[in-house]
Structure formats: C-alpha cells, structure tokens
C-alpha cells in the first residue's frame, strides 16, 4: 500500500466557508496531483506539482488553489465553498521519471450545503 | 471521455466465473495504466502496461495490450467476492505519467 494520507475523509460543511483539504505522502515522490471525481463521470485533474514550488493547473477548471512548500505536502484550499464544490477529491503521487504509476490516497469527499 | 472507452459499463458475476474486461483507446497508447477502486476510497495501482504484445499478471488478475497499443484487456479467472469494485484504465499519450486520460470505469459486482 502507498503512503499517502488524506484528511479529512469527509466534510459538511457550509456555503461561504474556507476549505483547506490535505494531502501528505512519505514516499518523496516529486509529483503530486489532485483530481475531482463526480459519480459516473471520469477522473479530472484540477492540479499537478513537479516539485516543490512548482504547481500548475489542470485541466479541469477549478476555483480552488494548491501550495507545494514542503515535498512531503500539498494542500487544496477553496476560499468559499459552494454547492457546485460538492465532489470527491482525489490526491495522488509518483515517481520522477517515465512509466512510475500515481498512488493515490482514500480521498475527501465533500459537500457543501 | 471519448479518447478511451470501457466495456461493460457494469458486470455482475456469479463467484468462480472469469471475466474480461476492456479499455479501448481512440489512438495509439504510450502507456496504460489499471486501477481499481472501492467505493467512496481512493485508487489501488494493479498494472501498468507499455510494449505492445506486453501481459502482466497480478494474482488472479492478467492484463494484456494488443499489438497495436490501442486497446488493453482485463482478465479475471476465478473470480471472488474481494474483486468487486470500480475497475478504471487510464491512458498516458504523452509519455510523461502527467496528463492521464481516464476511463468511465467498470463496476463489478461478484456474487456468493
């Protein structure tokens, strides 16, 4: 199993409010990635890293933000969430270099009300 | 997406049968990758397939890429109630691990 942890697993929470989800990984690994998930839809990536202070976007357009300050950590902030928000969101890793496979955390799957 | 499709949609099995399951690229593949996820979790990494021709095997599980890298398959031989879940492929066109393109997802359901 990959070590890499997300918290919280879940959230309710209310319009307006700011939204910091976390995501840290022991193994070192360079890249980091987060996807949204919706139910019967494929997974997008809203946000990959190459290292640290290094982020760009996905290409899914999102109203969230990422940071990459330290390797081991990349947080995912909405600075007012909203119903639209409500989704599952993934966060992954993997290895510098070619055909290295993502490994992915349980996920938070939030809900905005 | 369009670029890559999955088939079935959804399976339900008795327990013990083999099932395949397939992922069918729109164009050539520089890799493929499966994952199988359980509901509400996150992804588990299974195979990762490159050269075409190339099988990999993971317990009971057996994943190939044709020839022409434009399509993989699944197999699952006798399978058991602990293979239930989501089972997505997602393509890498670009040869770098970065920008995968991810199927709908298989869900399979294995009965007792």
């Known amino acids: 199993e990959a070590d890499i942890y997300q918290t919280p697993r879940y959230l309710v929470i209310g319009t307006g409010k700011k939204i910091t989800l976390e995501c840290s990984q022991t193994?070192?690994?360079?890249?980091m990635y987060w996807y949204q998930q919706d139910p019967g839809m494929e997974l997008h990536l809203i946000h990959y890293s190459y290292g640290v202070n290094s982020t760009e976007k996905g290409d899914l357009s999102s109203e969230s933000t990422v940071s990459r300050i330290r390797t081991e950590h990349f947080p995912l902030t909405l600075e007012s969430a909203r119903p639209s928000h409500t989704s599952q969101y993934l966060c992954?890793?993997?290895?510098?270099?070619?055909?290295?496979?993502?490994?992915f955390g349980d996920g938070t799957r939030l809900s905005i009300l | 997406s369009q670029e890559l499709e999955q088939s079935p949609q959804s399976l339900i099995v008795q327990e013990g049968k083999n099932l395949t399951i397939n992922c069918t690229s729109s164009k050539t593949l520089y890799g493929l990758y499966w994952y199988k996820q359980k509901y509400g979790e996150g992804l588990i990494f299974l195979m990762m397939l490159q050269k075409g021709g190339e099988e990999k095997s993971h317990e009971k599980i057996t994943a190939k890429l044709d020839e022409k890298k434009q399509q993989s398959s699944l197999h699952i031989t006798a399978s058991q109630p602990s293979h239930a879940g989501i089972y997505l492929c997602?393509?890498?066109?670009?040869?770098?691990?970065?920008?995968?393109?991810w199927g709908l997802g298989t869900s399979l359901a294995v009965n007792p």
């Open positions: 992954a890793s993997s290895d510098t270099g070619g055909n290295q496979p993502q490994h």
């Open positions: 193994m070192g690994h360079d890249k």
């Open positions: 997602g393509a890498d066109y670009a040869g770098n691990n970065r920008k995968l393109i």
